[in-house]
């Protein structure tokens, strides 16, 4: 647990399910207010905000797209009207559609870096702008992945954004460290959510993905939440630009493992 974050407010886009719901839930425990947007599963973001408030923190669930910058300026009135602040802001909606990329459509291209790569910079560039009006620190913290640097064949769109994170949150974090702002990013590799559900559920897949993690298990929700509050709180005050993996060495060449090569 992290002290400093006991009374803060976060936005974590896309928290309804997965991981964004257990970083609101990590988040709760931590006595925090929690802004859980939901771009469809009003349901969901119930679930979540209940789990919050039984973690001892406060929550609101806020509809809005995220690919869109107006549905971003809503997100951020309506978090502003629920708990009147924002400390930090987590943008971790995403989203990934498998299609070989001789095949792959435009609409479908465009969809994927909207949401994953527009809408988190329109998200923090509001955030942004909302420490600068203040002149206060702030917190930025992008979901990545280990597409980041891992190539992903009929994922084109989804690493390529990704890709596009990790430089973005560099970018940022060097062009406001002298602000107090701090922007960082969360690596995860194959992880427990309903991203991965199907795939899980076929016993050959999921042995397939098994063997691409060293530490040869699949990660736990709770895994990544624990390192979003770790860059969240005062702990990693002089830490700033990074990709955190969190992937269970994944990203380590794994075919390497037993001295292969
Ligand atoms: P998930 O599909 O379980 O949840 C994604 C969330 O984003 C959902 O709540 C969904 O409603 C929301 N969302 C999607 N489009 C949205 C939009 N336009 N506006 C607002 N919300 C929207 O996925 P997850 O596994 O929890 O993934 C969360 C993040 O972590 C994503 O950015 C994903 O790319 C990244 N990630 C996940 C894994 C993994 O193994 N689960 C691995 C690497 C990276």
């Given at each position: ?37 939901y ?36 997100l ?26 001789d ?7 465009k ?11 329109a998200?923090?560039q ?24 891992i190539?992903?064949p ?9 890709a ?7 970018t ?67 830490v ?11 990203t ?10």
């Open positions: 647990m992290f002290d400093d974050l006991r009374g803060k407010t976060a936005v974590v886009t896309g928290s309804s399910k997965g991981l964004g719901a257990a970083i609101a839930r990590r988040f709760g425990a931590e006595g925090m207010n929690v802004v859980a947007n771009r469809t599963d009003e349901e969901g973001a119930r679930e979540t905000v209940r789990a919050v408030e039984e973690a001892g923190g406060a929550a609101a669930a806020v509809q809005a797209d995220v690919s869109k910058p107006e549905c971003v300026d809503a951020y009135d309506a978090a502003m009207f629920s708990f009147g602040g924002i400390d930090i802001w987590v943008n971790n909606a995403g989203i990934e559609v498998g299609t070989p990329s095949q792959k459509s435009i609409e479908e291209w969809k994927v870096i909207d949401v994953n790569l527009t809408g988190l910079f998200g923090s509001r955030a942004i702008q909302h420490f600068l009006e203040r002149d206060m620190p702030g917190v930025i913290v992008n979901l990545s992945s280990v597409h980041e640097i190539p992903w009929h994922f084109a769109d989804y690493a390529a954004s990704k596009g994170v990790g430089m973005l949150t560099k940022l974090a060097l062009e406001y460290a002298d602000r107090g702002i701090r922007v960082n990013a969360v690596a995860p590799g194959a992880m427990n959510t309903p991203i991965n559900a199907k795939k899980f559920a076929d016993p050959a897949a999921l042995e397939s993905t098994v063997k691409l993690v060293p530490m040869g298990r699949i990660g736990d929700p709770e895994d990544v939440s624990a390192a979003v509050a770790w860059l969240a709180s005062e702990q990693a005050k002089y700033t630009g990074v990709t955190l993996y969190v992937d269970g060495g994944m380590l060449y794994p075919g390497f493992q037993h001295g292969d090569g």
